[in-house]
């Protein structure tokens, strides 16, 4: 026999069904990003006091848009014991982050979301809602996208386009099919290294560089110290290129994450572009 009497039976299944329904959509209170992105989005979105830890590469000024921020973080190396121990209810990872170690987070009973890279503009938007639904902010992450959708409609380029070419340590260079390709195609350029067959990131031979003869030229900024695979981009033939080049002064670290900081390499891509006119 019931301890309940029968007419109160509806009444606790729907209390029972309402505190379930609660419970689910509770946000997290104890969360730790283990990826460089998700760092950021973390940042932007999280309530004060439910971020508790960033990754090291946060600190990174050469990486990370947002390193004065992530001062008021305790960092993270991406280890499963490390992370652990922090008694974290949600973990934010990339899809190619540490997978060991998300692996055993999982194992050990916690959720983890893992975040692809953007490769697309679309992309950008869709991450920023996902953060803030994982976060239980899902009104702040559609806020932001939208925010981001509008301010990405009013740029673009109608005339003709110019060429540029992305050009990194070891010669690499992003092609088609890349976040890179898409903003350069937005703000009136033609991408040196799609046009040279590259799908995706890959090297781009100096010697094909040069003969391509790009209108603007992007590098990344020397890390610290010597490093052979930056030792191209002090190469002679790369130097009298540049120099009859234009150059487009755009931040590494707001090329690196799909964040609102992405705005400003696009805007500067496109101040780029419209220098090139005012010198024609």
Not at 10 to 37: D, F, H, K, T, Y
Not at 216 to 223: A, E, F, K, L, R
Not at 225 to 243: F, K, M, N, T, V
Request: hydrophobic share 45%; net charge negative.
């Amino acid at each position: 026999m019931s301890a309940f009497p029968r007419n109160s039976e509806p009444c606790l299944i729907a209390a029972l069904a309402l505190w379930a329904g609660a419970a689910v959509a509770a946000p997290p209170e104890r969360v730790v990003s283990m990826n460089l992105c998700t760092d950021q989005l973390a940042m932007l979105l999280a309530d004060p006091g439910q971020l508790i830890s960033v990754s090291n590469l946060a600190l990174d000024p050469l990486s990370s848009a947002m390193v004065e921020e992530a001062q008021a973080y305790p960092v993270n190396r991406g280890g499963a014991e490390q992370i652990f121990l922090m008694h974290p209810d949600l973990v934010l990872a990339g899809t190619y982050t540490a997978r060991a170690s998300v692996d055993l987070l999982r194992g050990l009973g916690i959720e983890v979301v893992q975040l692809p890279p953007a490769d697309r503009l679309e992309d950008v938007a869709d991450h920023m809602r996902q953060i803030g639904a994982a976060l239980g902010r899902p009104e702040r992450g559609e806020a932001m996208a939208r925010e981001f959708e509008t301010s990405l409609a009013s740029i673009g380029h109608d005339g003709p386009a110019a060429t540029a070419a992305m050009y990194y340590p070891n010669g690499y260079t992003a092609g088609s099919g890349t976040l890179s390709d898409q903003i350069l195609s937005l703000t009136g350029f033609r991408n040196v290294g799609a046009e040279a067959g590259l799908t995706g990131g890959g090297i781009l031979p100096l010697e094909r560089l040069v003969m391509a003869e790009p209108q603007v030229v992007v590098t990344s900024t020397p890390y610290p110290g010597a490093s052979r695979s930056e030792e191209i981009l002090s190469h002679p033939a790369l130097r009298q290129l540049r120099d009859g080049a234009a150059q487009a002064h755009v931040r590494d670290a707001d090329w690196v994450c799909g964040t609102p900081h992405l705005l400003n390499a696009i805007r500067t891509m496109a101040d780029a572009r419209a220098g090139l006119e005012g010198q024609q």
